[in-house]
């Protein structure tokens, strides 16, 4: 694949890997769930539709019935893509920024995607976490070239990577304990 997938096209991707859909079944999904910071709109799902099929990701099958409709489903293509998005490296860039919505769309899809990389994924985001601490608390020891408003921003900062370390930690174990049916 030569181009590089946007968010919403990955996201995409995961609803089909998960199951085969429609176009307005997705656009539902981004209506009704917190997928809602993308665009449902026509105008966005459907062109984004488009360029997967165009690139071999996905492929539509019409649907006859009170109304036509196209299911679209995954090609080897696709899968492979969105696997590969799945399991990538998650590096200390990854966890904040922008990046960060980026790895927590991962995050949402792995369950249903790729269920077996869930706890390899968790134990490199408390790792990419710990290593972000570690340069946070650095500035604050080198404090005395910092404003008080940067000081602020930082702790503030660094108070949010601990409570996420923290929490992802608490999570890991649990991952290994089986699950009650429909959970």
């Known amino acids: 694949m030569a181009r590089k ?3 919403l096209e990955y996201s995409l991707l995961a609803l089909i890997a998960a199951a085969p859909a429609s176009g307005y079944a997705l656009r539902t999904v ?4 917190l ?9 966005s799902v459907y062109p984004a539709l488009r360029r997967l099929a165009r ?3 996905i492929v539509g099958r019409s649907e006859k019935g009170s109304r036509r409709r196209e299911i679209f489903s995954l090609t080897s293509v696709g899968h492979a893509a969105v696997h590969d998005w799945l ?3 998650i590096v200390a860039r990854d966890i904040t920024g922008a990046n ?27 790792d990419a ?24 921003a930082i702790e503030l900062g660094l108070a949010d990577l601990q409570a996420r370390e923290t929490r992802m930690r ?6 290994a304990r089986p699950r009650a049916p429909g959970r």
């Open 30 to 33: 981004f209506q009704t769930t």
């Open 87 to 89: 399991r990538s490296p």
């Open 100 to 126: 960060h919505l980026t790895t927590m769309l991962r995050l949402a899809f792995l369950s249903d995607v790729a269920p077996d990389h869930l706890t390899a994924f968790c134990r490199e985001y408390i």
């Open 35 to 43: 997928l809602d910071i993308y665009s449902d709109s026509p105008g």
């Open 5 to 7: 997938l946007s968010n």
């Open 129 to 152: 976490l710990h290593a972000h601490i570690a340069v946070a608390r650095r500035a604050l020891d080198d404090g005395s070239k910092l404003s008080e408003s940067s000081v602020l």
């Open 170 to 175: 608490q999570l890991v174990p649990a991952l």
């Open 55 to 57: 690139d071999g990701l």
